[in-house]
């Protein structure tokens, strides 16, 4: 199973997690979705962006950071956290990475809330690269699981609370996603999947509040 989430297949198929995210986020939210970004979701998108951009200059700081499944083995533990703030696959995909986690971010942090949210990217980031290290081990970097487990934790959200045929049409679809994408080969899937289950758990023991709209506050 591969995690360079190349080819048209997996590129639709994040594309369509992200959309039904984005969607599912926008009918919680109403119309705050393009509202100005909170203030924790530019923060989570800086403390990403600033290492990946720098990296671009000095190539160096990948090698120090990014996931090596047989440097995790020697105790170099924290590459599999550190991985998500430098990305592989050159400046193309490493603007494409900090550009879709700049759209999911916001709205994440809305529908959240900016802590909720913080813990579901981290949490989704350390099981995507304990599954990229041990259970498929691959050398890499980059933001995408993280983003995508943060993205699709929104259908977790809507399958524990909503009754609306859409929303839960687009979590089943988010799902859907998830599953293909690992038929294909593409170890993105288990981030997809990894994420619903993660919303799911905490909606269940901390459930964000319910907006009704008004001016929203998150962090």
Known sequence: ????????????????????????GRTRLGETLFA?????????????????????????ILDAL?????????????????????QGGGPVAAVAGLAVLAWVAPICVRVWGGFRAVLLFVAGQIIFGLFTAFLFPSTGAGNLGATLALAASV?????????????????????????????????????????????????TVSPPPVYSGGPYRSL
Request: net charge neutral; no cysteine.
């Open 1 to 24: 199973m591969t995690t360079s989430g190349e080819g048209w297949t997996s590129l639709v198929l994040f594309a369509v997690v992200i959309l039904l995210s984005s969607l599912s």
């Open 36 to 60: 100005r970004p909170p203030r924790t979701a530019v923060v989570l998108w800086l403390v990403v962006a600033v290492p990946s951009l720098v990296q671009l200059i000095f190539p160096a």
């Open 66 to 86: 990014e996931r090596d499944p047989n440097l995790i083995r020697d105790d170099q533990w924290w590459r599999i956290l550190t991985s998500v703030a430098v």
């Open 155 to 203: 259908a977790g959200l809507v399958v524990m609370q909503s009754k609306q045929w859409s929303a839960l049409a687009a979590s089943g679809g988010i799902v859907l996603a998830g599953v293909l994408l690992i038929a294909v080969g593409d170890a993105h899937g288990l981030a997809v999947l990894t994420g619903t289950l993660l919303g799911a758990a905490l909606t």
